[in-house]
């Protein structure tokens, strides 16, 4: 049993947190992963892996669109992960993972994840309790071998209240800029609430033994965009990025 509970954890910032300093903030963070960026594609040292999991209007592509738009788009890439295609189902579950990793100098980023495997498929009752356990292990070292290959990894639960998710469930509907993002399922999963909630607490605990889950605040568009972005350009400044030094050739 999970010891994580969701629901003890706030969806939104801490009260005495300054919403139009902490705006600013996060463009300065952002100007530095661009900064950052720009020595990781030179040096060709290390990559970055940033996975955004959360359930349905969680903000997973709000943070695509403003943590990384000013990134240079010649080493970044993102990654939607759908229902795996037939060829892909005739696999293990992570075979689709690795030729999509980060290259070194590159940062990926997954739109959902390996995790939809231990989830979706968990609360749907398509694998069983063993499997679901075997499928943990698996990531564990999965993850691991990433990191040993020099990838740093961002994983970033999007946590969102389920109020927040109603208000912008219902938003799609009316909201002409975001009627393309209404899907009648997202109403049928949103039943299943709870089993998801557990689901994430025990993926949460499982796999955290290579690359730490970080909690992500998302009711707030402002906070959840600061958070991100910090934790992008922490994992970062950790590489101790420098640009290559002048390359001279020598004769005799």
Not at 75 to 87: A, D, G, L, R, T
Not at 147 to 173: A, D
Not at 205 to 216: L, Q, R
Not at 232 to 244: G, I, N, Q, T
Request: aromatic letters at 10%; glycine letters at 2%.
């Amino acid at each position: 049993m999970a010891t994580i509970k969701l629901s003890k954890i706030s969806t939104k910032a801490p009260k005495n947190l300054d919403k139009e300093k902490t705006k600013k903030q996060s463009e300065k963070i952002i100007e530095e992963i661009f900064e950052l960026q720009d020595k990781l594609y030179a040096s060709k040292k290390g990559s970055v892996l940033v996975i955004l999991q959360g359930i349905d209007a969680s903000g997973k592509d709000g943070v695509v669109k403003k943590v990384f738009r000013k990134l240079n788009p010649a080493n970044i890439k993102v990654y939607n992960f759908k229902k795996p295609s037939e060829e892909e189902f005739a696999h293990d579950f992570l075979w689709r993972l690795h030729k999509l990793a980060p290259r070194n100098g590159e940062i990926v980023i997954f739109n959902r994840s390996h995790y939809e495997d231990v989830l979706i498929q968990r609360v749907h009752n398509w694998i069983d309790k063993k499997t679901v356990q075997q499928r943990f292990d698996a990531i564990n070292d999965f993850e691991k071998l990433l990191l040993q290959n020099g990838t740093k990894i961002v994983k970033c639960y999007m946590h969102i209240s389920k109020e927040e998710q109603l208000n912008r469930l219902e938003e799609r509907k009316v909201n002409p800029k975001k009627m393309w993002k209404h899907n009648d399922n997202d109403w049928e999963e949103r039943k299943l609430w709870d089993s998801y909630r557990k689901a994430y607490e025990d993926a949460i605990e499982h796999c955290s033994k290579a690359a730490k889950w970080n909690i992500v605040a998302v009711d707030q568009n402002w906070y959840k965009k600061y958070q991100v972005a910090t934790l992008v350009r922490d994992a970062l400044k950790e590489m101790k990025l420098e640009y290559p030094k002048l390359k001279t050739s020598t004769t005799k």
